[in-house]
């Protein structure tokens, strides 16, 4: 297996970045279809239109119906061919993210990325989650390249619900773990490549800055306030978990997110509030040592992330089986771990980690 690496080709982050937006895609092309999330049109559409004032180029918005679904992406496909569109560019979350996405690839355009809450790392990442009509999952899209270009404008990202941001935390929290797995398994990454040590440089990273900024960040955001702490976890949750995860591979966090994503009462739970769980179930399995466990604990209840059962919305432990079950069906990343896992062992592992953090929260 040959090591690699890809990213996007362009990343900008900051206050008022969709100012220049202009700027930063003209050379993509000047005819755009904006993709946009409801909440994510009502944020970014004045400053855009502000940035393409006067300017020699055509902007179509669109809002799309909130999931990635396949007749949502061939609709926007439609739209796009009648308006002769030379660029696809998202506004709002995973979702929005994901239909622009595979609307670009089918149509053989660029795309841009322009995420309005940093609740999971999408923007970065090359592929896509896209669902049947009814909600179902249907599957994943691998593309050839990463987004053309990712614009975070941190005055908007900061104004949205803090939950986002936290569980956009609870995300980046898996990545330098699941990486580290990956590594030690010669297991290959999402992007199915072996891993490089840049990769690993940014999944370290984009733990440090949890831990150095996360809380901060948390207060800050509470205010509605940018600080550097807010841009370090905006580019944390986004760019180096992104490009991190695509690079490194996943493990055990994402596979326990899969497997909860059975059962109903978690249904209110964030991808992210479950990978932050997930990945106190992974260092279990692993058996990391306790200080390792508790650092991750540590920062979990400083920025509200769940390290129980109870709080990702589970009060029936013998429930956890079936998400036992999903997790380790055969093609999940919980396959990369050291001597494998079976439903049993991922169950036990479940329940100890609910003990380590009902004994850690006082409960
Ligand atoms: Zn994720």
Redesign the pocket.
């Known amino acids: 297996m040959l090591a690699l690496m890809r990213a996007p080709s362009k990343y900008v982050q900051g206050p008022d970045a969709l100012l220049e937006l202009y700027d930063h895609v003209k050379d993509l092309g000047t005819s755009i279809l904006f993709i946009c999330s409801k909440s994510g049109y009502k944020a970014a559409r004045p400053k855009i239109e502000k940035s393409f004032a006067g300017k020699n180029a055509s902007i179509k918005f669109e809002i799309f119906g909130g999931i990635s679904s396949v007749g949502e992406i061939a609709k926007m496909q439609k739209i796009a061919k009648e308006n002769k569109v030379g660029v696809i560019c998202a506004i709002g979350g995973g979702s929005a993210i994901d239909t622009a996405k595979a609307t670009a690839y089918y149509e053989g355009l660029p795309v841009v990325i322009i995420p309005t809450v940093c609740a ?2 999408a923007p970065c990442t090359g592929l896509s989650v896209i669902y049947n009509d009814d909600g179902s999952f249907a599957k994943y899209i691998f593309y050839p390249k990463n987004p053309d270009a990712v614009i975070v404008d941190s005055s908007i990202i900061v104004k949205a619900p803090v939950r986002f941001l936290v569980s956009g935390m609870g ?1 980046a929290l ?1 990545t330098y773990f699941e990486a580290r797995m990956c590594q030690k398994t010669n297991s290959p990454s999402l992007e199915n490549g072996g891993i490089t040590k840049s990769a690993m440089a940014l999944c370290k990273l984009c733990y440090n800055t949890l831990l150095e900024d996360g809380f901060k960040a948390k207060k800050s955001a509470e205010l509605g306030i940018l600080t550097p702490a807010v841009e370090a976890i905006i580019e944390a949750n986004t760019y180096l978990s992104g490009v991190g ?1 695509d690079n490194g591979g996943l493990a055990t966090s ?1 596979s326990v ?1 899969n497997g909860f994503t059975a059962l109903e009462e978690c249904e209110k739970t964030m ?2 509030e479950l ?1 932050a769980f997930g990945t106190v179930v992974q260092l279990v399995l692993e058996d990391a040592p306790m200080e390792e466990i508790e650092e991750v604990m540590d920062f979990c209840v400083s920025v509200g992330l769940p390290v129980t059962l109870k709080e990702v919305g589970v009060t029936d432990p013998s429930r956890v089986m079936i998400a036992a079950e999903k997790a380790c069906a055969s093609g999940e990343s919980i396959h990369n771990m050291l001597g494998d896992v079976t439903p049993e062992q991922l169950y036990a592992a479940v329940l100890a980690a609910d003990a380590l953090g009902k004994d850690y929260i006082g409960e």
């Open positions: 999971t790392d995300d898996g995860a994402h997110y991808h992210g990978v």
